[in-house]
């Protein structure tokens, strides 16, 4: 079990991590008093090279690029952040159900969630976003959902090694409820393990938004998203044009700095290995 | 250990026929109308009706399901709702293009990721084992389309080495295939090497830990010897876990990879499939998809099962 | 082979060995060992070991003891650091050397026992081909040779079908054949010294008394220095010359066998000496009157999957009476406990308490027979919520089975601390803060805090060192004199049913082969298998492993 004092610092990474996180994110919820111009509005001709009055250039319709990717920030940051507190609520709920309420609900759960990671996760959302159409509202739901199943393998495996622990015996011994048990004794001491895992959840969720959009069923236009503005301008590479970079950088940025506090939190409690024994 | 092997083998073919349903009932019978779907919210209920018969939706679920089953049992994929052309017609080519990529990037990708997750683990905490971690890190963070886009400016656009757009013929050669596939090829590698080489490192670090690993060096044994003869043995199975897994993300990987360099691959026709909401399409890639996930997963598990001492000897 | 055998006669009661050359074999000086965060585990420790003699290293979990053992082959864990000191080994300064220079020792002139034998062995190669590697890779013996040696020791140890003993794998043999082959293993390059770590603790009574003789021999006949590591001080007694106390990393007392025991200077000594011999010492105790049964458990029937886990079993419990179910691993002692609580459901047989019929499944038992009988467990660390205060844990029975208010709560949980011997300021703290014992304290204020009738006790002490584990039982049996407890204790330590139990049943494969007042248990005529369990149990005498060895030779 972790005591308190091996709380350590944050590490330089995980502090430059911190600051890039918060830049965004100060970004996402400040866009119309950062952003020199508007989210969808030409301002200018189109695919301009850096200047001095747009930063970053201008994309295919004349657009501001800075202007668009602080607004990006919004949308992307947003939707990843959703679907992950979705996936989270929906995974650690059934994943602690199926550590606690014995062997048959916890058969049932895990071999539906087995047939569900049996596809690829691309090619499933793939699938229902063409059949559903990309709303805003169906692409949170379908990747929280998907996603859960990930989370729902991992909050399992913590709870289990929970429930077999002897206060949880206690527990039952006094007679307590399900519920009780679940809430009081097993989710307390199964979020602590998952804390790292909620950061690459969001990483995974935000890379995989971030993708759909490439791909065109992501979030639609005119909303200005990261992965959506890389597929806009993408094909202006070939002409030497950096526009599809900006906001690919921006994407890039985001998750390594989620994995760069992830990697902090983790060292934590990690105890060195046998490889770096004195020998 | 045989009858493990044959319980796996019988409960992949289980799974490959709940995937089955699971793509029929995703893209058939969720949305509640396919027809409307399809059509859009502009089409006149006669139309509508038309097309329903058209697709036999008049019929209920279960005979469409079998039906659908029994013909890609046999080959028929069904045609493609846009263009006409049979499904399987189109998708057999771009099956061996989007195999010729993924084990061009996997051929390449496996070995350095390996050695480099073994090199990382026995070195823990050394300046390799750091910028393993560092340049790892960096890779698995970003997306996959930002590493294509960098490689294209980089070695397409301005140096001039490959094209920046990976158009593939049948009658193309080998080598020139290998030259015009670089790009994207690499782009998979970088990810799949960085995933690969930090679970490899993981994996090998937990065999590290154990105590006959501590025993091997009291028993005076110099550190390759401990690492080949006591570690890696033991490594075998998490590592085939390790490859397995990556194989399966190489097969995801290539849909957007695919689209980015224009690749005719099977994850650019299911991109263009969904954009057209093209039912056979979609299902058949799916099908493909979701089959070669199973069959990755249950070879790697076979494998585990052959590797594993305690299996292998039972008492 | 090309042994040479030192020792060969064999002088029965003969403990005290006098082997001494001049120099030391190995020489620790001022050693200092450190973890990562600076905190010192060993500090100044002084080491000599002559050729052929064995030392003792005795002390509680947390002392250092393994630390030194594995810094005498120049190797700490990852995580430590040796930061001062000189080890030096048949003259030569290995700290000095490269690490290929160390490595040349490590087998050949030092070796290594561990404590788990089932962990040390390697599960993907074969006995044998472990046993030779060692030998072959130091040029000590060809690898024909070392076969033929290794065979020749399996048949000396009695390992089964010795010719093909080498061509199994770890996992397809037990415990104790086990960690016979890692002592074979430990000499197999006939190193001058052998550092044993607790090369017994993971083994059952009977199954310890063998390996026991075995190391005594091997020690013997190929004239090994040893250090041998445990916490038992009566195991340490058959097997030492000298004897090194230790305490939290530092040296407290260095002195032959015959002194420590007889003339402990130190009070910790004193302490842990004391302790021990009252352990084999038997109080007799016996109620002063007949009294009601309360719990009766007749002709018990379980399985566990298809294996019949309880075979006919009945016991009764008094009030105010503690009645110990004795048996080693696999006797079925834990099932019976898990039986009588409602976790494993029974195959036929009944259960009465206080009267009335005892549902068989916990689920259908009413609240007040949930609170009537309490469990306590073997391990504290476990046994409690690391996320809640004590408080929380010990209030949640005041709640839930009395329903006080949250003021009440806490004058009780006060009350119950204090009576267990902690002060009430613990209330706010999480158990992950607190010790071994005062962990187990909490679970026993937890149990009391449910007023029960009878309390199971599931190996109250095994996980808790030795003078811990002395106060523990001395507040169980000052809390049954107080309230008129009755416990039930399920132990495969003979010294605590010495010591607590009014009645004892030894347990057998499931079935109890012995069964009444503990002092007619200990006393003739024995049934077989309880006066196996007896005679295996180590007695502090320095002479008792070489009573047993002269009758089984006579």
Not at chain 3, 385 to 390: I, Y
């Amino acid at each position: 079990m972790t005591n308190n004092n091996s709380f350590r610092n944050p590490t330089l990474s995980a502090e430059i991590g911190m600051v890039i996180l918060a830049v965004f994110i100060i970004c996402a919820i400040f866009a119309p008093f950062i952003a020199p111009f508007g989210e969808a509005e030409s301002v200018g001709k189109t695919w301009l090279g850096p200047s001095s009055k747009f930063w970053l250039g201008t994309d295919n319709i004349g657009r501001d690029m800075l202007s668009r990717v602080i607004y990006g920030a919004r949308m992307t940051l947003g939707v990843a952040a959703i679907c992950t507190c979705l996936s989270f609520l929906i995974g650690v709920t059934m994943g602690l159900l199926a550590a606690v309420a014995g062997k048959i609900v916890d058969q049932v759960l895990s071999r539906f969630v087995d047939l569900m990671l049996s596809i690829p996760i691309l090619v499933f959302a793939l699938m229902i976003l063409s059949m559903f159409g990309s709303s805003l509202l169906t692409l949170i739901i379908t990747i929280g959902v998907l996603d859960s199943f990930r989370v729902f393998r991992l909050a399992r495996s913590i709870a289990v090694n929970v429930v077999v622990t002897e206060f949880v015996e206690v527990a039952r011994l006094r007679g307590e409820g399900l519920w009780w048990i679940m809430r009081h004794e097993v989710l307390p001491n199964s979020l602590p393990p998952m804390i790292a895992e909620l950061g690459l959840r969001f990483c995974f969720n935000f890379l995989f938004v971030a993708s759909l959009s490439f791909l065109g069923l992501g979030i639609q236009p005119p909303f200005a998203d990261w992965g959506g503005m890389v597929r806009e301008s993408g094909r202006a590479i070939s002409f030497g044009i950096p526009a599809p970079l900006w906001p690919a950088l921006a994407i890039g940025l985001t998750t390594i700095s989620v994995n760069m506090i992830v990697d902090w939190i983790l060292s934590i409690n990690a105890r060195p290995s046998g490889a770096s024994a004195e020998m | 250990m045989l009858r493990l092997i044959l319980t796996r083998i019988f409960l992949g073919c289980l799974t490959l026929f709940a995937v089955t349903i699971l793509i029929f009932a995703a893209t058939e019978i969720l949305p509640g109308d396919v027809a409307s779907a399809i059509l859009g919210q502009g089409a006149t209920p006669e139309t509508l009706a038309a097309f329903r018969i058209e697709l036999g939706l008049n019929r209920p679920a279960y005979v469409r399901y079998f039906e659908w089953l029994s013909n890609a049992l046999q080959g028929d994929l069904g045609t493609a709702l846009t263009n006409k052309r049979e499904v399987l017609a189109t998708i057999t080519p771009r099956l061996i293009n989007t195999l010729f990529l993924a084990g061009y990037a996997a051929v390449i990708a496996v070995p350095i990721a390996i050695f480099l997750g073994i090199v990382a683990a026995i070195n823990e905490g050394k300046w390799i084992d750091r910028a393993a971690n560092i340049v790892s890190l960096g890779a698995i963070s970003v997306p996959e389309f930002f590493i294509a886009y960098i490689l294209i400016f980089v070695f397409a656009t301005n140096l001039g080495w490959f094209p920046s757009l990976s158009t593939v013929y049948s009658d193309m050669g080998f080598w020139q295939k290998i030259h015009v596939v670089a790009l994207p090829s690499i782009t998979l590698t970088m990810l799949v090497t960085a995933h690969m080489l930090r679970m490899t490192r993981a994996s090998v670090l937990a065999i590290m830990s154990q105590p006959y690993i501590e025993m091997a060096f009291l028993k005076g044994l110099p550190r390759n010897q401990v690492i080949l003869h006591h570690a890696l043995p033991n490594a075998a199975a998490p590592i085939i876990s390790v490859i397995a897994l990556n194989l399966a993300y190489l097969i995801v990987g290539v849909v957007v990879i695919e689209v980015v360099f224009v690749y005719p691959g099977v994850g650019q026709y299911m991109v263009d499939g969904v954009s057209k909401r093209d039912l056979p399409v979609i299902q058949a890639c799916a099908l493909v998809f979701g089959g070669a996930f199973v069959l990755l997963n249950t070879v790697a598990d076979i494998l585990i099962i052959m590797v594993n001492p305690l299996l292998r000897n039972s008492r | 082979m090309s042994i040479g055998f030192c020792r060969s006669t064999h002088a029965p009661l003969a403990p005290q060995r006098r082997c001494k050359i001049e120099k030391p074999i190995l020489k620790i000086q001022g050693l200092r060992i450190e973890n990562l965060a600076g905190e010192v585990l060993v500090d100044n420790a002084n080491i000599e070991l002559m050729p052929g003699e064995i030392l003792g290293l005795i002390g509680e979990s947390g002392a250092g003891k393994s630390t030194i053992g594995l810094a005498a082959m120049s190797y700490a864990r990852a995580g430590c650091k040796i930061t001062r000191g000189h080890i030096e080994i048949d003259g030569v300064q290995v700290r000095d050397l490269s690490a290929k220079g160390r490595a040349q020792f490590r087998g050949r002139r030092i070796a290594y026992v561990a404590q788990s034998a089932a962990a040390s062995f390697n599960p993907a190669h074969r006995i044998m081909d472990q046993i030779c590697e060692m030998p072959v890779h130091h040029g000590v013996l060809t690898h024909a040779e070392a076969e033929a040696w290794a065979v020749e020791m399996f048949r000396t140890l009695e390992l089964p079908d010795p010719d093909n003993f080498g061509a199994r794998y770890p996992h397809q043999v037990s415990g104790g054949q086990l960690q016979r082959a890692m002592a074979i293993m430990a000499i197999s390059a006939h190193p001058d010294i052998v550092v044993f770590d607790e090369p017994t603790t993971a083994l059952d009574v009977t199954t310890q008394i063998e390996v026991l003789l075995l190391i005594k021999k091997m020690i013997r006949d190929y004239n090994i220095a040893a250090l041998y590591i445990t916490h038992d001080l009566a195991v340490v007694a058959q097997i030492a010359d000298r004897i090194l106390v230790l305490q939290s990393g530092k040296m407290v007392e260095l002195d032959t066998t015959a002194n420590i025991l007889h003339a402990p200077k130190a009070t910790y000594t004193k302490e842990l000496v004391e302790d021990r011999q009252t352990s084999d010492v038997f109080r007799e105790k016996l109620l002063k009157s007949e009294r009601e049964v309360i719990l009766d458990a007749s002709n018990i029937i379980a399985h566990y999957g298809d294996f019949r886990v309880l075979n006919d079993v009945s016991i009764t419990v008094a009030k105010g009476e503690t009645v110990a179910i004795v048996g080693e691993s696999g006797s079925g002692k834990t099932s019976l406990a898990r039986v009588m609580v409602g976790l494993t459901q029974l195959t036929s047989g009944s259960l009465t308490f206080m009267g009335s019929t005892l549902a068989p499944s916990l689920k259908n038992r009413s609240r007040d027979d949930l609170r009537k009988i309490q469990l306590i467990y073997q391990q504290p660390d476990v046994a409690l919520n690391p996320r809640q205060t004590v408080g929380e844990i010990i209030g949640r029975p005041i709640m839930f089975y009395f329903n006080r208010s949250d003021a009440e709560i806490t004058d009780r949980t006060a009350q119950l601390l204090h009576q267990v011997g902690l002060p009430e300021d613990y209330m706010n703290r999480y158990s992950t803060a607190l010790s071994g014992g005062q962990k187990q304290r909490v679970c026993i204020a937890r149990a009391l805090a449910a007023e029960p009738t009878l309390i199971i006790c599931d190996e109250p002490t095994s996980a808790l060192d030795q003078l811990v584990a002395e106060d523990i039982l001395k507040l169980l049996q000052q809390l049954q004199d107080d309230m008129g407890l009755s416990y039930l204790v399920i132990t495969h330590d003979l010294g605590i049913v010495r010591r607590i139990a009014h009645r004892t049943a030894i347990l057998l494969g499931g079935e109890i082969v012995a069964n009444g007042p503990t002092g007619d248990i200990f006393k003739p005529p024995f049934h077989t298998y309880t006066e196996k369990l007896l005679q295996s149990v180590p007695e502090l005498r320095e002479t008792w492993l070489e009573e047993i060895i002269y009758k089984r030779s006579a």
